[in-house]
């Protein structure tokens, strides 16, 4: 289904790449099968996606496996196999483990003005108390010009905290894969506005792999949003950040609007 040996390729630049340890990886499907992935997506209207929307993101995802046509199940099934993810551990030279219910995964997609600030994944698993570890994005839109519309994936430096410094942006390129490790103070987002006709999207797959948590392992469940620039000393925002971290109030402020 993959051409691992170009996956691994791609890797041999895994653990120089800066900010954190990353490669970039085109043509991650063979074209015919990420065009019917493509495809497959559900219509942006549709009531089956979740919506997040309010000053941090906006978005619509869904990880409910009763909603994937026949080759994205075929897929995450893949993604989510044994041999697959032994491949993985051994490019990252650490032990995965897979999430077969896809937490915070699956199908992802933004549609005009989509928005998702920079931030800092969930660290432990809510479910298994295990350690998120590596991500992998694809990007499956092929109508998407980002020289046009923008969509950029953003790679920060920074601490536990806050991101300090754009360093790398990723074009989300039609079948075009990003691989990171997310326990090196990750922080990602949209580096670029999202400006787009309302007949093309922004459409990716996301799938997360977990590990045994180390023993300096951060506890955070929830992911941890920063402000931007034109957010930055605004109390609103920061108390969508403080509840959208939050165990207990996080959804609370899915949906508050722009």
Not at 20 to 39: G, M, Q, S, Y
Not at 167 to 192: V, Y
Not at 242 to 251: E, G, L, P, T
């Amino acid at each position: 289904m993959l051409d691992l040996e170009n996956i691994q390729n791609s890797f041999k630049q895994y653990f120089q790449n800066k900010p954190f340890d990353h490669c970039v990886i085109k043509n991650f499907f063979p074209t015919d099968l990420a065009k019917e992935l493509e495809n497959e997506f559900l219509e942006y209207d549709h009531s089956d996606w979740y919506e997040y929307n309010n000053p941090l993101e906006f978005k619509k995802t869904t990880n409910n496996w009763n909603h994937f046509k026949s080759k994205t199940y075929e897929v995450f099934r893949y993604l989510n196999s044994e041999p697959f993810v032994n491949f993985l551990s051994t490019q990252t030279k650490e032990e995965l483990f897979v999430d077969p219910g896809l937490h915070g995964g699956g199908l992802h997609i933004h549609g005009d003005g989509g928005n998702l600030n920079p931030h800092l994944d969930y660290s432990i698993h809510p479910k298994t108390g295990l350690q998120r570890k590596l991500n992998i994005i694809i990007y499956l839109s092929n109508k998407l010009d980002t020289t046009i519309y923008g969509g950029h994936l953003g790679l920060w430096a920074g601490d536990n905290k806050k991101p300090k410094k754009l360093i790398k942006e990723i074009s989300p390129d039609f079948n075009t894969a990003i691989i990171f490790d997310t326990t090196q103070n990750s922080w990602h987002g949209l580096s670029r506005p999202l400006e787009l006709p309302k007949d093309i999207f922004r459409k990716s797959f996301a799938v997360y792999y977990l590990k045994d948590p180390s023993n300096s392992v951060s506890t955070r469940h929830k992911a941890l949003y920063y402000p931007r620039e034109n957010q930055l000393n605004n109390r609103e925002i920061e108390d969508i950040i403080k509840k959208r971290a939050s165990d207990n109030d996080y959804a609370k402020v899915y949906k508050t609007g722009n």
